[in-house]
């Protein structure tokens, strides 16, 4: 007898103040290159940068947990742009878009760029 397949859903995802609706389980960066977010990246997704950082804002239980990678990548920080905004977000859940899966509706805001600013900014984070 065959198993019925688990229907994806969508989910609402608003990445530095702009929504995509994306599926289910797909990876936080791609829904915000789908959104036009502006995150960074400068290692081409591999955890290893950290220029796609971001701080939840909502949601962040729909967010996958972090990977080994994404741990070791904010762990080992120094001579990375996140070194920078360490100390300003200690304490906060700050994690990498590219590494982070989407699983419900969040919102996320970026730690780096322009966009990113004004983001934080509408959200009374800078």
């Known amino acids: 007898m065959r198993e019925q397949s688990r229907e994806r859903l969508r989910v609402r995802c608003v ?5 995509v609706d994306a599926w289910e389980g797909y990876r936080l960066w791609d829904a915000a290159l789908d959104a036009d977010a ?3 990246q400068w290692c081409g997704g591999h955890g290893q940068c950290t220029t ?3 701080l939840p804002i909502a ?12 741990k070791i990548s904010l762990a080992i920080w120094f001579a990375k742009p996140l070194a920078f905004v360490r ?5 906060r859940n700050v994690r990498l878009a590219c590494q982070t899966y989407v699983h419900g509706p ?15 900014r509408a959200r009374g984070l800078l």
């Open 15 to 19: 990445i530095n103040g702009e929504t």
């Open 38 to 40: 502006r995150l960074w």
């Open 52 to 54: 796609c950082a971001v």
């Open 59 to 70: 949601g962040e239980s729909n967010l996958s947990p972090p990977t080994r990678l994404e």
């Open 87 to 91: 100390k300003r977000w200690k304490g």
């Open 106 to 120: 969040v919102e996320v805001v970026g730690l780096f760029g322009r966009k990113a600013k004004v983001a934080r």
